[in-house]
């Protein structure tokens, strides 16, 4: 029994982010539109496709995905995409394109964009809570000595 009980722990922990009784119901942001916005805050995350640094602002467009404890689950189907505003200045070396991301805030609205030439309008979700997930570490390189016992045929 003490060997389970550290396994069913981790799998009851949270994220990284405090969660405020304020958010709802997950709505993905595919289902948002501008007349039809959530009225509770939302928890959205995903990979970053594009970054915007405004005046006051960064203003980063996400691919959304499912979360799992906060973490975007990128083998799963995409949700959509939205765009995750950010007050000041949010380095570019840091919200780099391709870093998953994982931000709680409210939906203020939504702005007309385009993908590539395909015209999207974007859920705007103004955050007040964001995490960065690190990257994957990379694989580590084979020696290429392999040890056994048995008979084989190598080519």
Same mark, same amino acid.
């Given at each position: 029994? !003490?060997?389970?009980?550290?396994?069913?722990?981790?799998?009851?922990?949270?994220?990284?982010?405090?969660?405020?009784?304020?958010?709802?119901?997950?709505?993905?942001?595919?289902?948002?539109?501008?007349?039809? !916005?959530?009225?509770?805050?939302?928890?959205?995350?995903?990979?970053?496709?594009?970054?915007?640094?405004?005046?006051?602002?960064?203003?980063?467009?996400?691919?959304?995905?499912?979360? &799992?404890? &906060?973490?975007? &689950?990128?083998? &799963?189907?995409?949700?959509?995409?939205?765009?995750?505003? !950010?007050?000041?200045?949010?380095?570019?070396?840091?919200?780099?394109?391709?870093?998953?991301?994982?931000?709680?805030?409210?939906?203020?609205?939504?702005?007309?964009?385009?993908?590539?030439?395909?015209?999207?309008?974007?859920?705007? !979700?103004?955050?007040?809570?964001?995490?960065?997930?690190?990257?994957?570490?990379?694989?580590?390189?084979?020696?290429?000595?392999?040890?056994?016992?048995?008979?084989?045929?190598?080519?």
């Amino acid at each position: 029994m !003490l060997v389970v009980a550290p396994v069913l722990l981790a799998g009851c922990a949270s994220g990284p982010l405090e969660i405020p009784d304020a958010v709802g119901d997950p709505v993905p942001p595919r289902s948002v539109a501008a007349d039809s !916005l959530p009225a509770e805050d939302q928890v959205w995350g995903g990979v970053i496709a594009r970054v915007d640094n405004r005046a006051d602002s960064t203003v980063l467009e996400v691919v959304s995905y499912p979360l &799992q404890r &906060q973490e975007p &689950q990128t083998r &799963q189907a995409n949700t959509g995409r939205f765009r995750l505003k !950010l007050d000041g200045f949010a380095d570019p070396v840091d919200y780099r394109p391709g870093r998953r991301v994982t931000a709680v805030g409210t939906v203020s609205g939504t702005e007309e964009g385009s993908i590539g030439e395909l015209a999207y309008v974007f859920p705007l !979700l103004d955050a007040y809570s964001v995490h960065l997930w690190p990257d994957p570490e990379p694989p580590r390189p084979s020696s290429g000595v392999r040890f056994g016992i048995g008979i084989g045929i190598g080519l």
